[in-house]
């Protein structure tokens, strides 16, 4: 099983996991052009993927989908709620999923998992190969049991870190944004993230990768040092996802 992302942040998201032939693209944010730009880099013919999903409907998630899923015929899993409210839903085919129940791409078993985030009905995921879980967790305001649950153990987790609390505050932002980041249905901050990390078990972690960094309202060392300060007996390959390019294939062993 191994995973890449074709970048991350508030100007567009993308994320692939792979298990065998099956390839999966969470989410995506960028125009045609781009996503195609990005997903050659990575290697990845667009013919090649076998299904879309997306989170939630916010632009930087969904604004390519509909393009990319009718250029080529690719179908696209995502709850009722996110249809109806993506800009764009004119998909060459629909698969409704229900936040917490799993369902298979074979060979990945996928784990939704429902957040709290101020979009019509959100959710994250887990991805499994039947042997490794891969955690994705950004765009969420608040941590709650249900993520910790879904999260705990896993062999890699991409976690959003995304704002500075003090950076926010004194930040350039106008006062109603940095009231809907901070707020409990806004973003993860660093000091959130570090909960997260805190609360699960991490002794399975073999990859952590800070993802939605903040290009205003954070600074990549802080997020490096909440990153670093998980716990694990274990070596952790440790990154931040950027805007520009995501980052390259990482494999799970
Ligand atoms: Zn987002
Ligand atoms: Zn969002």
Redesign the pocket.
């Known amino acids: 099983m191994r995973f890449a992302s074709l970048g991350s942040g508030?100007k567009g998201?993308a994320t692939l996991i792979e298990v065998d032939e099956t390839c999966v693209l969470l989410d995506c944010?960028f125009t045609l052009a781009e996503t195609e730009r990005r997903l050659s880099l990575l290697e990845c013919p667009p013919e090649s993927i076998s299904a879309i999903l997306v989170t939630h409907e916010?632009g930087?998630?969904s604004a390519g989908v509909g393009r990319l899923s009718r250029k080529y015929r690719l179908p696209v899993w995502l709850t009722v709620g996110t249809y109806h409210a993506c800009k764009d839903n004119d998909f060459a085919a629909t698969h409704f999923i229900d936040t917490l129940t799993a369902f298979e791409i074979p060979p990945l078993h996928v784990q939704p998992f429902p957040v709290p985030h101020d979009a019509r009905e959100p959710c994250q995921f887990v991805f499994s190969n039947g042997t490794h879980r891969l955690g994705v967790l950004?765009?969420v305001g608040s941590i709650t049991p249900c993520i910790i649950e879904h999260l705990n153990g896993v062999d890699a987790l991409l976690l959003e870190c995304n704002y500075d609390d003090a950076q926010l505050k004194s930040g350039s932002y106008p006062y109603g944004l940095k009231k809907r980041v901070a707020g409990n249905y806004g973003h993860l901050d660093n000091q959130q993230s570090r909960h997260i990390l805190d609360r699960i078990d991490t002794q399975n972690l073999q990859h952590l990768v800070g993802m939605?960094v903040s290009e205003k309202n954070n600074q990549t060392d802080q997020v490096m040092k909440v990153l670093s300060s998980v716990n694990s007996a274990r070596s952790i390959d440790i990154r931040i996802a950027t805007q520009e390019s995501g980052f390259f294939w990482k494999k799970i062993l």
């Open positions: 508030s998201n944010g916010h930087d998630h950004t765009d939605h």
